[in-house]
């Protein structure tokens, strides 16, 4: 999906965490580039783009019912900040996601 988006290839990405955010419609994942993708810009800290083309399936076989469904005109969205809550780390029961 990044190599889609961001045209960048794989070889210059290295994901270190993905996660099923708490509210169980979206993922996070803390991602590296070894070189920044043109379309970041240095003047930002946030950027969103639609998915091109992105099958949306909520049957995707891991046991989570239509809650774990993400909504129609799926985004990525990357930023640099880490305002807010950041999932690092998924669990299967919601209430197992705790702060430190």
């Known amino acids: 999906m990044l190599r889609s988006v961001l045209n960048v290839e794989t070889r210059y990405v290295q994901i270190r965490s993905l996660a099923i955010d ?3 419609k ?46 129609s005109t799926p985004t990525l969205t990357i930023d640099t900040h880490f305002k807010g809550i950041t999932t690092l780390k998924s669990f299967k029961d919601p209430v197992d996601h705790k702060i430190e």
Do not use: H, Q
């Open 22 to 24: 708490p509210d169980r």
């Open 26 to 71: 979206s993922k996070t994942a803390t991602i590296d580039f070894v070189f920044r993708p043109a379309c970041l810009s240095v003047d930002r800290n946030e950027w969103s783009f639609e998915i091109p083309d992105a099958e949306i399936n909520a049957a995707d076989g891991d046991g989570i019912g239509d809650e774990d469904f993400i909504p």
